[in-house]
């Protein structure tokens, strides 16, 4: 099958990609709106992007009416959020922030989820996360009418104790359980992972010997 996206419609051009580009991260972002009130929602349109200088990048759409989403408004204005990582223990909570509430409404209250202050930005952290990136914006790029590309230097990292080795910065995959978001209502865990050694061309020739 070959499918050229412009003969597509907006929904079904979602519904595809969406469901070929998987699993993705999440990022569970906490701002602040000018009065204080902490707003967090959750994004799957989301990677690192690079490590000098260290940014991530955050795809955010509009609200179903075409209002601009509360996080999207809150970077706007004060250029400085949070990227809560979702781990297994985290993710009904994370999904329970999803709900449209009114911009009045708080999505920790509801979640049931603390919040930690942050040590570089205002916004502060989502206090059950195994990490969170403390970030500033670098760069939005405004794509089309409906779409903001954010692009977040890191500033600071909070890691759940006993997940990083403090000597070698090395990950415990057997203490850290992130999720990942398929498609529709689905989610993955990665609990089922493997291992492929990267080698150089010279370490190729030798174990296949080819040239």
Not at 42 to 61: A, W
Not at 121 to 126: A, D, E, L, T, Y
Not at 150 to 156: D, H, N, T
């Amino acid at each position: 099958m070959d499918l050229r996206l412009a003969d597509l419609a907006a929904r079904d051009r979602y519904k595809l990609l969406t469901s070929l580009v998987v699993p993705r991260p999440i990022a569970f972002v906490t701002s602040q709106d000018a009065d204080g009130l902490v707003n967090a929602a959750p994004y799957s349109f989301f990677n690192v992007f690079s490590d000098e200088p260290p940014l991530v990048v955050i795809g955010i759409g509009r609200r179903a009416g075409g209002a601009l989403k509360d996080t999207a408004r809150n970077i706007e204005a004060k250029g400085e959020f949070v990227i809560n990582l979702v781990d297994e223990e985290l993710a009904a909570a994370m999904n329970v922030a999803a709900v449209d509430f009114p911009p009045e409404t708080s999505e920790p209250g509801p979640a049931g989820l603390g919040l930690a202050a942050s040590i570089v930005v205002r916004p502060p952290r989502i206090a059950e996360a195994p990490a969170a990136l403390e970030c500033r914006n670098h760069t939005t790029l405004v794509i089309g009418t409906d779409h903001r590309l954010v692009v977040g230097e890191v500033l600071a990292v909070h890691v759940r104790d006993g997940l990083v080795d403090p000597g070698t910065l090395r990950i415990d995959f057997d203490a850290y359980r992130p999720v990942g978001r398929l498609f529709a209502n689905l989610y993955c865990s990665t609990r089922d992972a493997f291992e492929l050694v990267r080698e150089n061309y010279a370490q190729w020739r030798r174990r296949t010997g080819g040239e």
